[in-house]
């Protein structure tokens, strides 16, 4: 079993930066890697980023890259997600998940956090 809480989520205004965090506990190292989705309002769940255990591989969705950074804190089995430069359409419910390796594929993943809310105004 793996728990994933989700923080960091609030309501923010267009061009400002916010950062989510994924606290990880139980069997995590049974997984090699996390990844962020997204689902915005009426909207299906998307791939953001992901990123391995180890911290030496990640990988983006093209549309966020130099937008948002995926980083990790092994002393605390965190993982970041730090977006910059927000727009009303970053607004979504935000999930971490953890799969057996670095993935975009949603199928992949086995445990997923309860999610954050990101709301952007513009």
């Known amino acids: 079993q793996v728990q994933l809480v989700e923080s960091g989520g609030g309501l923010v205004q267009a061009g400002d930066s916010l950062r989510l965090s994924c606290a990880a506990s139980?069997?995590?190292?049974?997984?090699?890697?996390l990844g962020w989705f997204r689902q915005p309002p009426g909207k299906e769940r998307e791939f953001i980023s992901a990123?391995?255990?180890?911290?030496?591989?990640?990988y983006y969705k093209d549309s966020v890259k130099g937008q948002f950074t995926i980083s990790r804190d092994n002393a605390k089995n965190t993982v970041y997600l730090q977006m910059y430069s927000l727009k009303p359409e970053d607004t979504a419910v935000y999930y971490c998940?953890?799969?057996?390796?670095?993935?975009?594929?949603?199928?992949?993943?086995?445990?997923w956090g309860q999610g954050t809310q990101v709301t952007v105004s513009s």
């Open positions: 998940a953890v799969a057996d390796g670095i993935t975009p594929h949603m199928r992949e993943y086995r445990y």
């Open positions: 139980g069997r995590i190292f049974s997984y090699s890697g």
């Open positions: 990123i391995s255990w180890s911290g030496t591989r990640t």
